[in-house]
C-alpha cells in the first residue's frame, strides 16, 4: 500500500516564480518552451483563482498546475473562450503518490459552476481521460499553432454538443 498523500494544496500565486520554473524544468525536457501549448498561450497570464501548489510534508514544491484564458475561433470569426490547464508537474521522486490527481481536483473544484468554460489540455488521455473525463473526440476539427499529436488533444466540458467542430485554438485577446 502506498503512504497516505503528504502534500498540501495552496493557490500558486503563494509561490515565488522562481521556484515554479525550477520545478517545471526537472518535470518536462529543457525544450519545454518550444512546445506548441506555450503557443496557444502566449501573451497571458496563468489565473490565479486556478491554479495551485502542493507542498510536501516540509513545505518544498512538490508540484504546480497552471490554468490559462484561451479561445477557440470558429469559421465566423467568433472567439469562444476556454480554458487551457497545464503544464500538470509534480517532481519526478514523488510522481505516483496521487498529487497530480489532488492538483487537477483542486482546479476542477474551483471553476465556477453557474458559467463552467470548456477546460483544453494536450495531456495523455490514459491519465486525463480515464481519472477526469477530458476526451480528443471533440478536439479533431480544431487547428493549433504548431505541431501537437490529435489524440492528445484533450477537451471536458458540461455539454460537448455547444462545441465548435472547427476552429483555431490560440490566446484570449481582450
Ligand atoms: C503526469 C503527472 C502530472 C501525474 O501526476 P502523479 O502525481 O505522478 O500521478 P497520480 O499519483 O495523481 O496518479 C497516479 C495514477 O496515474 C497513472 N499515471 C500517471 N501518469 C500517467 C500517464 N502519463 N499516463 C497514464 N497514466 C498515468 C499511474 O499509473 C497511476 O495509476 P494507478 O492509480 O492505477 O496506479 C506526473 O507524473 C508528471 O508530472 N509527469 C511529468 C510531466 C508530464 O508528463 N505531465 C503531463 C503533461 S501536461
Same mark, same amino acid.
Given at each position: =500500500?502506498?503512504?497516505a498523500l503528504m502534500a498540501?494544496? $495552496?493557490p500558486l500565486a503563494d509561490i515565488d516564480p522562481a521556484l515554479i520554473e525550477q520545478l517545471l524544468d526537472r518535470a518536462f525536457e529543457p525544450e519545454r518552451r518550444q512546445r506548441t501549448a506555450y503557443k496557444i498561450r502566449e501573451g497571458t497570464d496563468w &489565473? @490565479?483563482?486556478? *491554479?495551485? +501548489? /502542493?507542498?510536501d510534508d516540509e513545505d518544498y514544491l512538490a508540484g504546480t498546475i497552471q490554468t490559462?484564458?484561451? +479561445?477557440?475561433?470558429? +469559421?465566423?470569426? !467568433? +472567439?469562444? @473562450? =476556454?480554458?487551457m490547464v497545464g503544464p500538470v508537474a509534480v517532481v519526478p521522486e514523488m510522481q505516483g503518490e496521487g498529487i497530480g490527481k489532488a492538483l =487537477?481536483?483542486?482546479? &476542477? *473544484? /474551483?471553476l465556477d459552476p453557474r458559467a463552467s468554460l470548456p477546460q483544453v489540455m494536450i495531456g495523455d488521455p490514459e491519465y486525463y481521460g480515464r481519472f477526469f473525463g477530458f476526451s480528443a473526440e471533440?478536439?479533431?476539427?480544431? #487547428? &493549433? @499553432?504548431g505541431p501537437y499529436d490529435p !489524440? !492528445? &488533444?484533450?477537451?471536458?466540458?458540461?455539454n460537448p454538443s455547444v462545441l465548435p467542430r472547427e476552429? $483555431? #485554438?490560440? @490566446?484570449?485577446r481582450k
Open positions: =500500500m502506498r503512504a498540501t494544496i $495552496v &489565473l @490565479p483563482g486556478l *491554479s495551485f +501548489a /502542493a507542498l490559462w484564458p484561451v +479561445a477557440l475561433t470558429d +469559421a465566423d470569426g !467568433r +472567439a469562444h @473562450p =476556454m480554458l =487537477m481536483v483542486a482546479m &476542477l *473544484s /474551483a471533440p478536439t479533431q476539427g480544431w #487547428l &493549433l @499553432p !489524440r !492528445r &488533444l484533450l477537451v471536458r466540458c458540461d476552429g $483555431v #485554438l490560440g @490566446p484570449w
